[in-house]
């Protein structure tokens, strides 16, 4: 298999600024100088495979990932398996590692892994919890709904016109009703016209908005319910 010489060393870089590490830094922790960590980001040169390893360790990743290999998109294999199977992001895993794992910089410095695991195991098992996701659905959707009133306004007539359009709505000249107001272009009328129907769209989805924090809320309590049920 050939590999993207650039390409891994564009990896290395983005590997060494997530960690924070400078060159010189980097380069103390492999055994090298930080010149030669400067040349392999360059792709001036690919890294031999003794130093690829000692990579592996310090970016806590697999040696494919390193190469550029598809399978290892994510950091490991197994890590790009789970991404793409189940469309979480690695962000998602690493929160779920944090929880679930046994190193020192996991929760509890990880002496209460099997706890957690537990936990997590009931919460994700529980059907409470299916129900619990869809009203955070059915909120999610809503809030993006309400955001994005007023940005599709935008992207079709452009920020400056729905700003000066927006400047005759808020006048305190009654442009539609004030016989002696002075007279708008009708696209003028026809945009304030369209800002108080998206006003009005968004005043029910705040009322939609609040009836599905209502019954998220109500789906939290069973699903802890169904949990730890009270005793009776």
């Known amino acids: 298999m050939t590999y993207d010489v650039e390409r891994i060393g564009k990896i ?9 590490l400078s060159q ?3 380069g103390k922790k492999i055994g090298i100088v930080g010149k030669q960590i400067s040349n392999y980001e360059k792709g001036k040169s ?3 495979i003794d130093v690829m390893f000692k990579l592996c360790d310090v970016f806590q990743c697999d040696l494919g990932y390193l190469l550029g290999e598809p399978d290892y998109s994510e950091g490991t294999k197994l890590e790009t398996a789970i991404v793409k199977t189940t469309g979480l992001n690695i962000d998602a895993l690493n929160n779920i590692r944090t929880i679930t794992g046994t190193k020192k910089s996991c929760l509890s410095f990880g002496y209460e892994s099997d706890s957690y695991r537990h936990i997590l195991n009931s919460l994700f098992s529980s059907p409470q919890f299916i129900r619990f996701i869809e009203f955070l659905h059915d ?10 009133v007023f940005i599709d306004f935008e992207k079709k007539i452009g920020k400056e016109r729905l700003d000066e359009d927006f400047a005759l709505y808020n006048s305190t000249i009654g442009y539609e009703c004030d016989p002696n107001a002075p007279k708008l272009k009708p696209e003028q009328y026809k945009a304030m016209r369209m800002i108080d ?8 989805l705040s009322c939609t908005i609040k009836i599905a924090r209502y019954e998220l809320h109500e789906a939290f309590e069973s699903l802890i319910e169904s949990l730890y049920p009270r005793k009776k």
């Open 12 to 20: 290395i870089l983005a590997e060494r600024t997530k960690f924070k």
């Open 24 to 26: 010189v830094e980097l």
């Open 46 to 48: 690919i890294p031999p």
């Open 139 to 148: 909120l999610d959707t809503a809030v993006s709904d309400s955001k994005n």
């Open 197 to 204: 129907s998206a006003i009005d769209k968004q005043d029910n």
